[in-house]
Nanobody, 115 residues
Framework: QVRLVESGGGLVQAGGSLRLSCAAS????????MGWYRQAPGQQRELVAE???????NYTDSVKGRFTISRVNAKNTVYLQMNSLKPDDTAVYYC?????????WGQGTQVTVSS
């Protein structure tokens, strides 16, 4: 089992920045990929960014050039630096960790971008 605890959400004006953190504990040796998803009201949950154990990253097109995902393995923590935020980025952001067999989720953190 893997436990994920997110922090760093909040309210920010358009053009501002936020950094989300996700700390993993438990059976972290099994994790292959960590990432961030988001879900806006009335929308499906979507991948924002993910990073593999080897450091390879993948971003959804709408955040490329604005968001950066990073991982500090020694701290079992993944970060999402979000710059140039837009009102369309408003959503609940969920941390995700994948092993070969399971996917684990954090409780979510609200990000609200005002225009």
């Amino acid at each position: 089992q893997v436990r994920l605890v997110e922090s760093g959400g909040g309210l920010v004006q358009a053009g501002g920045s936020l950094r989300l953190s996700c700390a993993a504990s438990g059976s972290i040796f099994s994790i292959k990929v960590m990432g961030w998803y988001r879900q806006a009201p009335g929308q499906q949950r979507e991948l924002v960014a993910e990073i593999t154990n080897g450091g390879s990253t993948n971003y959804t097109d709408s955040v490329k050039g604005r968001f950066t995902i990073s991982r500090v393995n020694a701290k079992n923590t993944v970060y999402l630096q979000m710059n140039s935020l837009k009102p369309d980025d408003t959503a609940v952001y969920y941390c995700n960790a994948k092993s070969d067999w399971f996917a684990f989720w954090g409780q979510g953190t609200q990000v609200t971008v005002s225009s």
